[in-house]
């Protein structure tokens, strides 16, 4: 970066610093606090949610679906890490990677569901210790021949049950050994798509089925140090518009029930519900919780996420209940219609700019404000903070971790597009 650029950056931090002085916040303070912030990075964003199975089961039986065909998908591990790596060197911060089991590199071999092991995983853990980031996990119980009938670990067919049981117990296995090797806690989510696209005349059977697997599942018992298991929830997929096994109500009342962490995504609710009012609920009641970070748009649950206010609402609430370290932040999108490495960079900075909006608020004004009555008051707060410096704060914290600022990553992008995406023929 030139000199000038430099002195600019910090001229206009340094001025931001004293406009939010007035309000009795440290951005120093808030920029060391940003530096312990961690966000976990899906690698399915990368490859449209492919995988490397070889029997290429392809995207189906899910209720989720990308769409578009942007030239230069990932496909293997190589390139996978090779553009998750470009991605990350465009995000401030240091940060995790989430993977799914469909990424397991097998060397060339069938390996079924119900057989994976952590040495499918070697690749990915000798690359996240080389790169010294975390990794978090999921099982994978789609795009598979027994997933097409709707029902995976809620099915009443006894074989396609047990098959997914197996499926779910080898995961966190996978994970607790991620955990323990790479000496940073593994979030392990369960995901399931389960449901019936048109009324179905008995719901409760497929639930009390789900419960009896999850129980089996999570019978066995690991460190948390290492593994940390979480079960989402979703109101309605593609496919399964009219019933959904695993819903809001039957994984909150599982959650905290069996010890288990609740995933909020913020895709898998009523379109107009916005799930920053559910944290303190949820935290008043789990030590813990995990936000799937999406955007839903319509039908679609996993648009790319922008700095909208969904997300700042659901920034703000988190610091606002004073929770950053209770709550695990991961991405969930896809999108294969634009530059895939665009579509991370963007939903993680505007993640992360959402993250220090909300550090930066001056929010013991607002409950001054609010244990006196002055409503008005409070109100009037809420709205001027919005116009408070933050990017020349954000344009400090970028410069601090080493990456470009502003607009500069695009030219980035497009440069890697040019010289490595577009050789993927
Ligand atoms: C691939 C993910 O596990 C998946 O997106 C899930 O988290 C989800 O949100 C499904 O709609
Ligand atoms: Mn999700």
């Known amino acids: 970066m030139y000199e000038a650029e430099k ?48 029997s290429a089961n392809g995207l189906s039986g899910g209720g989720i679906l990308a769409i578009g065909n942007w030239p230069g998908r990932a496909r293997n591990g190589e390139e996978l890490r090779q553009d998750i790596e470009k991605a990350l060197s465009l995000i401030p911060g240091k940060h995790k990677v989430n993977l799914h089991a469909i990424y397991a590199e097998t060397n ?47 099915s009443k067919e006894e074989n396609i049950r047990k098959f997914w049981i197996e499926h ?22 369960v995901w399931i798509p389960d449901g019936s696209k048109d009324l179905p005349a008995n719901r409760i059977e497929h639930r009390k089925i789900l419960k009896e697997s999850l129980d089996e599942i999570f019978s066995v018992k690991y460190d948390k140090a290492n593994i940390v298991d979480s079960v989402e929830s979703k109101l309605f997929g593609i496919g399964s518009e009219s019933y959904v096994v695993g819903s809001h109500e039957f994984y909150m009342s599982y959650a905290s029930r069996n010890d288990v962490m609740l995933c909020l995504d913020m ?95 001056p929010v013991h004004l607002l409950l001054e404000e609010e244990n006196k009555g002055n409503f008005g008051a409070r109100l009037a707060l809420m709205e001027e903070f919005k116009t408070l410096p933050f990017y020349s704060v954000w344009n400090k914290y970028c410069m ?21 995406i577009k050789n993927r023929a």
Not at 400 to 420: F, Q
């Open 7 to 54: 002195d600019k950056i910090l001229n206009d931090y340094y001025n931001a610093k004293e406009v939010y002085a007035k309000f009795d916040i440290d951005t120093d303070e808030i920029l060391d606090k940003m530096k312990k912030i961690r966000i976990s990075l899906h690698c399915w964003q990368g490859d449209d949610v492919t995988g490397f199975e070889k």
């Open 108 to 154: 060339g071999e069938f390996v079924d569901r119900d057989e994976i092991k952590v040495e499918h995983f070697r690749k990915w853990i000798n690359w996240a210790k080389e790169k010294e980031i975390g990794l978090d996990f999921n099982p994978t119980f789609f795009s598979h021949p027994k997933a097409n009938d709707g029902y995976t670990l809620s």
């Open 168 to 189: 779910g117990k080898r995961c966190r296995e996978i994970a607790n050994e991620i955990g323990k090797e790479l000496k940073t806690q593994c979030v392990n989510n």
């Open 267 to 361: 895709g898998h609710f009523h379109p107009t519900e916005n799930i920053a009012d559910k944290i303190s609920s949820i935290l008043t009641f789990n030590d813990n919780l995990l936000i799937h970070v999406s955007r839903g748009v319509r039908w679609d649950s996993d648009h790319v996420v922008i700095l909208n206010e969904d997300l700042l609402s659901l920034a703000k609430e988190i610091r606002r209940c004073d929770a950053y370290d209770k709550v695990y932040i991961a991405l969930d999108f896809f999108d294969a219609s634009i530059n895939r490495i665009m579509a991370w960079v963007i939903g993680a900075r505007a993640t992360l700019k959402a993250i220090l909006i909300s550090l930066l608020e």
């Open 400 to 420: 601090d971790e080493n990456v470009p600022i502003g607009t500069s990553w695009i030219d980035a992008v497009k440069e890697y597009e040019k010289e490595i």
